[in-house]
C-alpha cells in the first residue's frame, strides 16, 4: 500500500511543482493561513489548559475537553485510553498513510510563582502531601498546539490522502504508585493499531529562543531507570563485628564497585551513560552494625545496549560483593518510572527535516545536543519511527541559557511560539501524508 502510493507520488508532477516557496505539499499555503486565523483559538486553548492543570492519570476535565473538541471537528474519538487518555482518528477523502500527532496532557506537583494572570491556583494532593499544581513542564502549549494542528486538518479533510490520528496522552511525567499509565500503557491498550500507525510525530517546549525547534537524529533524550539494591547482612554490636556481617561496609564497596561501570566497561566514545547512587540508607546508631541497608539510584544512557548492559553489571556487583562478604544482596532495577531512550528514527528525521526548516524558517531549526532527561515518547519508538523535537519559548529579549527550566514554579512560555509550533505538527503530518519529502530524499 505504501510503495504504492510512495510510486504514484513520484510518477505525478504535482507535488514536485508544490515544492515552491509555499513548500513540499499543496496545502501548505493553507497551514500558513491557518496558523494565524486559529492563533486567538490556540492561545485561548492553551490558557485554559494552563489555568486548569491536573496531575498524572487524573486529567479528566482536561479529557473532557480535547475529547469534545476533536468531536465537534469531526474526528472519531475514544476516550479513557490509559485511564485518562484521548485518541482522536480523522480520515481523508483520498487513501493514503496513516501518521500520528501525540502530546502529553499532565501537569506536575508545582506551585506556580509567575505573575501571569491565567497562572493556576489549583491544589491537590501528590504523595500524602498538599501540593500546587501547575504546567510547569509546559504540556498545556502541546496540548493547545496539537488542537490547532488537529483544527487545521480537520478543515482539509477531503484533501487528505491517509489518515491523522491524534493522541493526547496522560502521565508523561511519571505515575501515582501502584498505577498504570502513559505511553507504554497506550500501546499495550492498541493505539497504534487499528488504523496502523506508519509514523508518529512529537514536540516539547524548551528554554530555547522562543520559536526555534531544535532535532537530533537517533539517540535525542536519555533512558532513565530508577534501581533499589538491598544488602542484608547481620545485626551485631558495634564493638564485635566479627560477630555479625556489616552491610555498611559491603554497601560501600558496592557503592564504589558501581562506580567502575561507566569508567570501565562502557564504550564512551558511542554513547555517554551515568550511574547515581542518590540514596544510601541504613543503620540507626554508633556501636549496631545493622541488619540491612539499601542503596537507591539511577542509570541514564544513550543506547538500548549500553542501558541492558549496565543493568546487568548493577546485579553482578551487588549480589557477588554481597555474596564475597557473606551477605545477600536483591536488586530491583525499573521500580516506577522507567523510560527508554528517545531515538529519532535517522531516516525519518532526515526526511522530515525540510518540513522543520519550512514551518520554523531555516535560520529557526538547528541540530541540539544530547539531553539528559527522559520522555516516553520512546515507547512509541520502539514501535514505529518517530520524530520528537523541541521547540524553543524563551522570549526573544531574553537569555535562554538563564532562563528558569522546565519543572521550575518559574517556567515560563512564550505564546509566540504557538504558531509554530502548530505549523510544524500540521506540516509534519501534511509532508508525510503526501510524501513529498520522501520524493526528496529518493531523488537525491
Ligand atoms: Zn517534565
Ligand atoms: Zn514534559
Known amino acids: 500500500m505504501r510503495k504504492l502510493l510512495l510510486l504514484a507520488v513520484l510518477s505525478i508532477p504535482v507535488p514536485m511543482q508544490a515544492q515552491t516557496a509555499s ?55 475514544t476516550t479513557g485510553v490509559a485511564t485518562t487518555g484521548v485518541v482522536g482518528v480523522l480520515k481523508g477523502g483520498l487513501p493514503g498513510p ?48 496539537l488542537l490547532g494542528a488537529a483544527t487545521a486538518l480537520a478543515r482539509m479533510k477531503d484533501r487528505l490522502p491517509g489518515t491523522v490520528k491524534v493522541i493526547f496522552q496522560p502521565a508523561e511525567e511519571g505515575l501515582p504508585p501502584g498505577e498504570v ?41 536519555a533512558s532513565a531507570d530508577t534501581f533499589l539494591i538491598t544488602i542484608k547482612g547481620r545485626q551485631t554490636h558495634g564493638a564485635v563485628p566479627w560477630g555479625g556481617i556489616d552491610p555498611i561496609v559491603i554497601g560501600s564497596q ?35 552494625v545493622p541488619e540491612s541497608v539499601e542503596l537507591e539510584g539511577t542509570v541514564r544512557s544513550f543506547n538500548e545496549e549500553v542501558r541492558k548492559g549496565i543493568h546487568d553489571r548493577i546485579r553482578a556487583i551487588a549480589t557477588h560483593y554481597a555474596e564475597a562478604a557473606g551477605a545477600t544482596a536483591t536488586v530491583e532495577i525499573g521500580r516506577g518510572t522507567t523510560y527508554p531512550v528517545t531515538i529519532n528514527d535517522p531516516a525519518l528525521t532526515e526526511r522530515m527535516l525540510p518540513t522543520l526548516r519550512r514551518a520554523a524558517g531555516a535560520d529557526n531549526v538547528r541540530l541540539g545536543p544530547l539531553v539528559g532527561t527522559a520522555e516516553d515518547f520512546s515507547f512509541f519508538q ?47 503530518a501534511l509532508d508525510y501524508l503526501f510524501g513529498g519529502s520522501a520524493a526528496t530524499v529518493t531523488g537525491r
Not at 500520528?100 to 501528590?126: C, H, I, N, Y
Not at 493499531?193 to 530555547?208: C, K, Q, S, T
Open 181 to 221: 499509565g502513559g505511553a507504554e500503557q497506550m500501546v499495550k491498550e492498541g493505539v497504534l493499531e487499528n488504523p496502523r500507525v506508519d509514523a508518529i510525530f512529537g514536540l516539547h517546549v524548551y528554554p530555547y529562543p522562543a520559536g526555534t525547534v531544535v532535532y537530533r537524529p537517533g539517540p535525542m533524550m
Open 98 to 145: 496513516v501518521v500520528a500527532l501525540r502530546s502529553d496532557m499532565d501537569a506536575l506537583p508545582v506551585t506556580e510563582q509567575g505573575d501571569l494572570p491565567f497562572r493556576s491556583t489549583a491544589k491537590t494532593q501528590w504523595n500524602g502531601q498538599d501540593v500546587g499544581v501547575m504546567h510547569a513542564c509546559g504540556h498545556d502549549n502541546h496540548m493547545a498546539i
Open 23 to 77: 513548500g513540499t505539499n499543496p496545502l501548505a499555503a493553507d497551514v500558513e493561513r491557518l496558523s494565524a486565523e486559529l492563533n486567538p483559538q490556540v492561545v485561548a486553548w492553551r490558557r485554559d489548559f494552563h489555568r486548569n492543570p491536573e496531575l498524572g492519570n487524573r486529567e479528566t476535565r482536561t479529557a473532557r475537553v480535547i475529547a469534545d473538541e476533536l468531536r465537534k471537528l469531526g474526528f472519531t474519538v
Open 254 to 288: 558496592v557503592v564504589m564497585g558501581l562506580q567502575t561501570i561507566i569508567s570501565r566497561t562502557v564504550n564512551i566514545t558511542e554513547a555517554p551513560a551515568v550511574v547515581t547512587v542518590g540514596r544510601f540508607t541504613g543503620g540507626n546508631r554508633s556501636n549496631i
Open 382 to 428: 520502539q514501535k514505529v519511527p518517530g520524530l520528537f523535537v523541541f521547540l524553543g519559548v524563551t522570549p526573544r529579549n531574553q537569555d535562554a541559557a538563564a532562563a528558569a527550566q522546565n519543572h521550575s514554579p518559574l517556567f515560563f512560555a512564550d505564546e509566540s511560539a504557538l504558531p509554530v509550533g502548530m505549523r510544524v505538527m500540521t506540516n509534519l
